[in-house]
Antibody, heavy 124, light 105 residues
Framework: QLVLQESGPGLVKPSETLSLKCSVS????????WSWIRQAPGKGPEWVGY???????????QLNSILGGRGSITMDMSRGQFSLQLLSVTAADAALYYC??????????????WGQGIWVTVAS | QMTQSPSTVSASVGDRVTITCRAS??????LSWYQRSPGKAPRLLIS???NLQSGVPSRFSGSGFGTEFTLTISDLQPEDFATYFC?????????FGGGTMVDIK
């Protein structure tokens, strides 16, 4: 059974860098698209970005333009992990962050498995 | 843009609940529905607008195509009091509805 687990600091200071990791276990890390999603209090979920481990698209990443170029996603195939880095965070980045897997080998597919999420607070 | 309504619905066990998601442009049938309960990972209920996922009770159903979609929960059970949201995966970047909280009347 596929399990995704987010990890990282729950508190980040304004203007610093947020780094989160998603560890994948129980199924193959290869052959999928993996996304980060966040949900700020009182708002709907928001897609943050994805990384691909699917065939010829392996290593491809895409970030939501609302991040203004501050985000990046990396992956470690040997460890079955992918990570999100968000530079120069502000209070607007405070949210519950989830990692999730796309059901098929494309980012144009539902998210069939999610982690439980990790709260990130931005405060000095 | 996905507009989901209502934002909250109060219901009783045994009730029928309908939640709607409207897309600002056609997303064909690339619409999925999720359930989020406190302390749990979100759960995929329905994919491709109407495909019930394995293990999801048959009281959940989805319908729609293009720009208007509905999630119906018939015979609401205690474990169904949760937040539900939709996701369109047709247009990049993927976008979510704002969510609907189903609470106890």
């Amino acid at each position: 059974q596929l399990v995704l687990q987010e990890s990282g600091p729950g508190l980040v200071k304004p203007s610093e860098t947020l780094s989160l990791k998603c560890s994948v276990s129980g199924d193959s890390f290869n052959g999928h698209f993996w996304s980060w999603i966040r949900q700020a209090p009182g708002k709907g979920p928001e897609w943050v970005g994805y990384v691909s481990t699917a065939g010829g698209a392996t290593g491809r990443t895409q970030l939501n333009s609302i991040l203004g170029g501050r985000g990046s996603i990396t992956m470690d195939m040997s460890r079955g992990q992918f990570s999100l880095q968000l530079l120069s965070v502000t209070a607007a980045d405070a949210a519950l962050y989830y990692c999730a897997r796309h059901a098929a080998g494309t980012n144009h597919s539902p998210l069939d498995t999610w982690g439980q999420g990790i709260w990130v607070t931005v405060a000095s | 843009q996905m507009t989901q309504s209502p934002s909250t619905v109060s219901a009783s066990v045994g009730d029928r609940v309908t939640i709607t998601c409207r897309a600002s442009q056609s997303v064909a049938h690339s619409l999925s529905w999720y359930q989020r309960s406190p302390g749990k990972a979100p759960r995929l209920l329905i994919s491709q607008a109407s495909n019930l996922q394995s293990g999801v009770p048959s009281r959940f159903s989805g319908s729609g195509f293009g720009t208007e979609f509905t999630l119906t929960i018939s015979d609401l059970q205690p474990e169904d009091f949760a937040t539900y949201f939709c996701l369109q995966s047709y247009i990049f970047s993927i976008t979510f509805g704002g969510g609907t909280m189903v609470d106890i009347k």
